[in-house]
T-cell receptor, first 114, second 116 residues
Framework: KNQVEQSPQSLIILEGKNCTLQ??????????LRWYKQDTGRGPVSLTI?????NTKSNGRYTATLDADTKQSSLHITASQLSDSASYIC?????????????FGKGTLLTVNP | DAGVIQSPRHEVTEMGQEVTLRCKPI?????LFWYRQTMMRGLELLIY????????DSGMPEDRFSAKMPNASFSTLKIQPSEPRDSAVYFC??????????????FGPGTRLTVL
């Protein structure tokens, strides 16, 4: 069964600090992995998308890494800002006929305090 | 483009009542998805359409749930009768056909449903 596990469930950091969120998956065959940011009361918005051949991708202060061998990904946030407070969801897509289907993690709730 | 549009944004109803959620996908997108999000289970796919045709409704929890897409610019998710355990945030998402980029799904703002 395809699964995506995220850790930690929640995290509180001070503004300006860095943090790293983890994602482990068992989706097969793997197509791509995405990190979404979901602000309170809003729909998820894509931050990064990585395929099998990519092991790192950046989007401003967000850097995602992917290790396809160990089936792990991380999202690193640098110099956090109050606006980074949100839920971060790891989403993995399987290749083949079901590539429309995304397997979602339950998310990490990040709170950035002043 | 205004993105995916959902209405209402909030719905409070009493158990047993019919609830209809609405979605307007992004123009030109061939696929439309309905998701449900709860704290316990996260995001779950309920059903998806391709060119207005329902393709996979295996995620629809019960016969009380039904979804339609009468045309390319409108879809509804109906719950009849509603129950308190249906309380959740319901998202609609749309995307282009396979092969066009990474098949990115764009989510609407969601409808927060509370069934009393």
């Amino acid at each position: 069964k395809n699964q995506v596990e995220q850790s930690p469930q929640s995290l509180i950091i001070l503004e300006g600090k860095n943090c790293t969120l983890q994602c482990n998956y068992t989706v097969s065959p793997f197509s791509n992995l995405r990190w979404y940011k979901q602000d309170t009361g809003r729909g998820p918005v894509s931050l990064t998308i990585m395929t099998f051949s990519e092991n790192t991708k950046s989007n401003g202060r967000y850097t995602a890494t992917l290790d396809a061998d160990t089936k792990q990904s991380s999202l690193h946030i640098t110099a956090s800002q109050l606006s980074d407070s949100a839920s971060y969801i790891c989403v993995v897509s399987a290749s083949g006929g079901s590539n429309y289907k995304l397997t979602f993690g339950k998310g990490t709730l990040l709170t950035v305090n002043p | 483009d205004a993105g995916v549009i959902q209405s209402p944004r909030h719905e409070v109803t009493e158990m047993g009542q019919e609830v209809t959620l609405r979605c307007k996908p992004i123009s030109g997108h061939d696929y439309l998805f309905w998701y449900r999000q709860t704290m316990m289970r996260g995001l779950e796919l309920l059903i998806y359409f391709n060119n207005n045709v329902p393709i996979d409704d295996s995620g629809m929890p019960e016969d009380r749930f039904s979804a339609k897409m009468p045309n390319a610019s409108f879809s509804t998710l109906k719950i009849q009768p509603s129950e308190p355990r249906d309380s959740a945030v319901y998202f609609c998402a749309s995307r282009t056909a396979p092969g066009q980029g990474f098949n990115e799904q764009f989510f609407g703002p969601g409808t927060r449903l509370t069934v009393l």
